[in-house]
């Protein structure tokens, strides 16, 4: 079956530091590969998406390239800020069939 | 537009009640999810719908969970004589297709005592 794998957590940095969280996958096909973020007390919701090979998704200046040969869609920011500490999800969506989710990648980002 | 709406978004019960969650997806919206999630942890699948027709319910726990979306619209997540180890968050979430992105409710908090 489809597999998530995530960077395990928590993460900690300092404001304007950089940011990777890796994701690798395992999937029949060609799903969609997502990152979610959950910010404290709220429900997920959609940071960037990427739905094919070499596609690169973008939001609020973080970035994941979805590479089938290394099957990783890893998530990158150049300077966080206080304000991103989340918990990000890595998922992928199958042409048919459910979703698969990671366990999460906790960042907290200091001032 | 209206996004997902669930409810309710508390629900405390004793143990052995049964309780209805239910979930309104964004209109137009092909494909429902329900997941259940811990603290701390990601979404767990639970089951799924296109349209009407329940398309994967594997992750089910038990035969005390059952789901339904009669007119393709709505749905309902029932709990049959409830246990505490059922107290989590439950979130639903619909999407255009199966492929798409899903947007993710508020979520039903449950306590079973």
């Known amino acids: 079956g489809n597999s998530v794998t995530q960077m395990e957590g928590p993460v900690t940095l300092s404001e304007e530091a950089f940011l990777t969280i890796n994701c690798t996958y395992t999937a029949t096909g060609y799903p969609s590969l997502f990152w979610y973020v959950q910010y404290p007390g709220e429900g997920l919701q959609l940071l960037l998406k990427a739905t094919k090979a070499d596609d690169k998704g973008s939001n609020k200046g973080f970035e994941a390239t979805y590479r089938k040969e290394t099957t990783s869609f890893h998530l990158e920011k150049g300077s966080v800020q206080v304000s991103d500490s989340a918990v990000y999800f890595c998922a992928l969506s199958p042409l048919a069939g459910k979703s698969t989710f990671g366990d999460g990648t906790t960042l907290t980002v200091k001032p | 537009g209206a996004g997902v709406s669930q409810s309710p978004r508390y629900k405390v019960t004793k143990r052995g009640q049964d309780v209805a969650l239910r979930c309104d997806p964004i209109s137009g919206h092909v494909s429902l999810y329900w997941y259940r999630q811990a603290l701390g942890q990601g979404p767990e699948f639970l089951t799924y719908f296109n349209y009407e027709a329940q398309q994967d319910k594997s992750g089910l726990p038990n035969d005390r969970f059952s789901a339904e979306r009669p007119e393709g619209s709505i749905s309902t997540l029932t709990i049959q004589r409830t246990e505490q180890r059922d107290s989590a968050m439950y979130r639903c979430?619909?999407?255009?297709?199966?492929?798409?992105?899903?947007?993710f409710g508020p979520g039903t908090r449950l306590t079973v005592l």
């Open positions: 979430a619909s999407s255009p297709l199966t492929r798409y992105e899903q947007f």
